[in-house]
């Protein structure tokens, strides 16, 4: 998600800089960063090399990828955090970040399952901080959820707003609640698919062509299921807050073997 959010801010005429502690992530990540542009040069310039190829070195030129932020938080407009749903990981990170940003500083976390307000409660300037909600793959997908909290100032949600429209998204504005607008209709709808395959109603694979073929659904339950994660599920499953909380034994053994979704290699489908 970091990658893809990096690119689309990139390839838009924004100064990106894409933090992670591992050389070998950043390494990858630059690599992955690259290729989806060159295809999004392709797509913009098609037979024009000499323009798709300063395209391309225009947007990576944009971007820095770094394991340390500091020099990055110390100027930067905005931060848009994306790492695992680890609620006291993002609650440290948010604290130490309040205290290194500049007070023009935006923070906004990438959540898609924790409250804003519980992220953010150790921050200070709670006028200026608020969620965007990206979807995978970020490149790919137009969507943005922009989410404000009780303590959201109008400045702050309105640049949060025109920023989302500048990267090229149609931003839908939402109020802090679990899963915000998406996620809290896919969560009954997720739960009741395993429900049915582990009833032996169906199998998983029918139950995706069903849904692409009968509702027109672009990927099925089980096919989004592995391209959010199953150990994201596992982790919705495992919060006594949420209110599509619901145990998953096939989850639950997928998960412990290893299997994870398109990021391992292999969740309900193998991927290479």
Avoid at 155 to 172: D, E, L
Wanted: aromatic residues 6%; neutral net charge.
């Amino acid at each position: 998600m970091g990658a893809g959010i990096a690119q689309v801010s990139a390839q838009t005429n924004h100064k990106v800089t894409l933090v992670d502690l591992s050389e070998k992530v950043l390494t990858s990540s630059e690599k992955r960063i690259r290729t989806s542009v060159s295809r999004v040069a392709k797509k913009l310039f098609k037979d024009d090399n000499k323009a798709s190829e300063a395209f391309i070195e225009d947007t990576m030129g944009r971007l820095s990828l770094v394991s340390d932020g500091g020099e990055a938080l110390a100027s930067a407009d905005l931060v848009v955090e994306a790492i695992t749903e680890n609620l006291p990981l993002k609650q440290r990170l948010f604290r130490e970040w309040d205290e290194v940003c500049p007070e023009k500083t935006i923070l906004a976390s990438n959540t898609s399952t924790l409250r804003i307000s519980d992220i953010m409660k150790n921050v200070k300037r709670q006028d200026r901080v608020g969620g965007l909600h990206f979807f995978n793959p970020v490149p790919v997908m137009k969507l943005l959820e922009v989410i404000r909290t009780d303590s959201t100032s109008d400045q702050t949600f309105n640049a949060m707003s025109a920023w989302g429209r500048a990267i090229g998204k149609h931003t839908v504005a939402c109020k802090d609640t679990i899963g915000f607008i998406v996620n809290r209709l896919l969560g009954p709808y997720i739960q009741e698919a395993l429900a049915m395959v582990e009833r032996g109603d169906a199998t998983f694979q029918d139950v995706d062509a069903a849904m692409k073929l009968g509702a027109g659904y672009p990927m099925g339950p089980f096919e989004l299921l592995d391209y959010t994660g199953l150990d994201l599920h596992k982790f919705i499953n495992e919060n006594p807050d949420h209110p599509f909380r619901q145990e998953s034994k096939l989850i639950n053994s997928m998960v412990e073997q290893g299997k994870l979704g398109v990021k391992s290699g292999e969740g309900f489908y193998k991927y290479k």
